[in-house]
């Protein structure tokens, strides 16, 4: 069975940063890009930054380029946020997704969520 | 940047009723790269409909995606007291970013 628990997430002030971990299990890893997604209170989904499979290659949206950085790790089988210069709009509950396994960039699995709140 | 926009916003029905919600892009989705997801307060998002009209493993037949190009849609045939919930369309073509419609919430009249 495939699950992804995510953690980390927390209240920070503006400016601070978090770490966000998303543990996976049931699948092979290394064998997929995944994804980070969020979900600020009252609105839609908005995704966030991928990764593929080795690691090699990260994608951010534009809002969070130079702030944030995605990274995984493969022997532990868990993806990493780091989160910096924390800002009022980056509150979000915040979920890992795992992509499809044809490779296409849709998402057949994701996490519960972790909640990240940047108020002073 | 493909922005998707979903309707209408919020949709009120009665179980044992058809929903439809639209979903139309800015411009034309390639090789239709359109997903559906549900959302249901406190839970994560639900893969639906992949492939704009594939559905995802385990999902009901009363659930059917269509459409091509710039315009898209989901179908509930007869809905379920359980399906009412936040429906959310996405493109995924080529490179990030990927992109969301800001959900259509199907409530129950």
């Known amino acids: 069975e495939v699950q992804l628990v995510e953690s980390g997430g927390g209240l920070v002030q503006p400016g601070g940063s978090l770490r966000l971990s998303c543990a996976a299990s049931g699948f092979t890893f290394r064998t997929y890009a995944m994804t980070w997604v969020r979900r600020a209170p009252g609105k839609g989904l908005e995704w966030v930054s991928a990764i593929s499979g080795d690691g090699a290659y990260t994608y951010y949206t534009d809002s969070v380029k130079g702030r944030f950085t995605t990274s995984r790790d493969n022997a532990k089988n868990t993806l990493y946020l780091q989160m910096n210069s924390l800002r009022a709009e980056d509150t979000a509950l915040y979920y890992c997704?795992?992509?499809?396994?044809?490779?296409?960039?849709?998402?057949?699995?994701w996490g519960q969520g972790t909640a990240v709140t940047v108020s002073s | 940047e493909i922005v998707l926009t979903q309707s209408p916003g919020t949709l009120s029905l009665s179980p044992g009723e058809r929903a439809t919600l639209s979903c139309r892009a800015s411009?034309?989705?390639?090789?239709?790269?359109l997903a559906w997801y549900q959302q249901k307060p406190g839970q994560a998002p639900r893969l639906l409909i992949y492939?704009?009209?594939t559905r995802a493993t385990g999902i009901p037949d009363r659930f059917s995606g269509s459409g091509s190009g710039t315009d898209f849609t989901l179908t509930i045939s007869r809905l379920e007291p359980e399906d009412f919930a936040v429906y959310f369309c996405q493109q995924y073509v080529g490179s990030p970013p990927i992109t969301f419609g800001q959900g259509t919430r199907l409530e129950i009249k």
């Open positions: 411009q034309s989705v390639s090789s239709n790269y």
């Open positions: 997704a795992k992509n499809a396994m044809d490779g296409q960039a849709y998402y057949d699995y």
């Open positions: 492939g704009a009209s």
